[in-house]
């Protein structure tokens, strides 16, 4: 005959045996998350998508730079790269879809960093160098951006997208509610086999 009842545990086991179960479910439940992708995956997406609008924001910025001063033409490009980067960052590096006004905001002040770090870098070449042609100009601005872009992925990763992520890690690492230990009965009522 089987119980129908699980065996009696005492008061302090039964919240231990609860919490393995509850963490064993997150933890299995986090792992089997579609489409949230691991850091390394995430940077291996980040370098992809990121640094393709940034070759062609480059570019970019070059080609306007003949039409006006080089910081407007920055300024310009690093606005429209940055919604277009946020955007492929929200759905295909983070695995969190669509990027609300939230993440553009603060993707933007991230981005707002690395212009004040491209611009620098650029400003200080044509202090050191006044007659820097465009292809010293364009080593000098992908070598900002990139460092400038090692930095973003960490904002972003840890801050601006970590939300969706880290809600399931929380829920995880939260004390288990306490029961009230109280008598316990064990019913044990006998259950013919089929």
């Known amino acids: 005959m089987k119980s129908l009842v699980s065996p009696k545990l005492k008061p302090g086991r039964v919240d231990e045996v609860w919490q393995a179960e509850r963490t064993e479910t997150d933890t299995v439940a986090a792992r089997r998350t579609p489409g949230v992708p691991g850091p390394l995956a995430s940077f291996a997406r980040f370098v992809l998508f990121g640094g393709g609008v940034g070759v062609v924001s480059s570019a970019a910025v070059a080609e306007l730079a003949g039409l006006m001063p080089w910081a407007a033409a920055n300024a310009l490009i690093t606005v429209a790269s940055t919604a277009l980067a946020t955007e492929l960052h929200a759905r295909f590096t983070f695995g969190t879809g669509s990027a609300g006004w939230r993440q553009h905001w603060q ?17 200080v070449l044509h202090v050191v160098q ?3 042609g465009a292809l ?7 070598g900002a951006a990139g460092l400038a872009g090692v930095g973003r992925f960490l904002v972003l990763r840890l801050f601006v997208f970590a939300g969706s992520q880290t809600r399931t890690t929380a ?20 259950v013919p086999a089929l």
């Open 130 to 132: 006044p007659s820097a």
């Open 171 to 190: 829920r995880a690492m939260e004390p288990a509610p306490v029961r009230e230990a109280g008598p316990q009965v064990s019913l044990l009522l006998p």
């Open 107 to 123: 993707s933007a002040g991230s981005a707002a960093a690395a212009f004040a770090v491209t611009s620098a870098a650029v400003l």
């Open 136 to 142: 010293y100009e364009q080593v000098v601005y992908l």
